[in-house]
Antibody
Framework: EVQLVESGGGLVQPGRSLKLSCLAS????????MNWIRQAPGKGLEWVAS????????YYADTVKGRFTISRDNAKNTLYLQMTSLRSEDTALYYC???????????WGQGVMVTVSS | DIVLTQSPTTMAASPGEKVTLTCRAS?????MNWYQQKPGASPKLWIY???KLASGVPNRFSGSGSGTSYSLIISSMETEDIATYYC??????????FGAGTKLELK
């Protein structure tokens, strides 16, 4: 059974940093591109970042470029999102999601909440 | 960036009614994917590659479209279909974008 379990969220002050993790199981992690997608309270879905299976290709949304870094450790079956210079508008539920061939996201984690507030 | 516009924003349908949700792209896209999200739950892949149903999706759902206009269709609305549906495009170049969603309610 495919499972994605996010961790590392919490309450953080504006300007500070936080690192999210997503532990994958039930599939060969190193064969799939992975993504972070977020959802602000009561709002829609916003793609944040993508990383290819071997980390060769990495992309970011303009809203986080230069502040967030996506990475992965295939030996540990873990996806990461390092978030720096956090802003109130980064407050959201952050999901990790597996990407399949047509660019769709076929498995999602349960999400981890990040709240940026003083 | 490609903007996806979903319509309507909210709609109410009666059990047994045919439902059509629309997603229009600001530029031509190769595929459209759709997700279903219920309150308090993670999104679920519902339709991928424009017209392929994800595993476990009832066959009263279908997807169609090309270029800049795509649709998710429910042939006969059921109570369990109450949810918010998001369209999503990708793949030519980033960024990946989602529509703002259509909230489907029961009439």
């Amino acid at each position: 059974e495919v499972q994605l379990v996010e961790s590392g969220g919490g309450l953080v002050q504006p300007g500070r940093s936080l690192k999210l993790s997503c532990l994958a199981s039930g599939f060969t992690f190193s064969n799939y591109g992975m993504n972070w997608i977020r959802q602000a309270p009561g709002k829609g879905l916003e793609w944040v970042a993508s990383i290819s299976s071997s980390s060769s290709y990495i992309y970011y949304a303009d809203t986080v470029k230069g502040r967030f870094t996506i990475s992965r450790d295939n030996a540990k079956n873990t996806l990461y999102l390092q978030m720096t210079s956090l802003r109130s508008e980064d407050t959201a539920l952050y999901y990790c999601a597996r990407q399949r061939g047509t660019g769709s996201f076929d498995y999602w984690g349960q999400g981890v909440m990040v709240t940026v507030s003083s | 960036d490609i903007v996806l516009t979903q319509s309507p924003t909210t709609m109410a349908a009666s059990p047994g009614e045919k439902v059509t949700l629309t997603c229009r792209a600001s530029s031509s896209v190769s595929y459209m994917n759709w997700y279903q999200q219920k309150p308090g739950a993670s999104p679920k892949l519902w339709i991928y590659g424009t017209s392929k149903l994800a595993s476990g999706v009832p066959n009263r759902f279908s997807g169609s479209g090309s270029g800049t206009s795509y649709s998710l269709i429910i042939s006969s609305m059921e109570t369990e279909d109450i949810a918010t549906y998001y369209c999503q495009q990708c793949c030519s170049t980033p960024p990946i974008t989602f529509g703002a969603g259509t909230k489907l309610e029961l009439k």
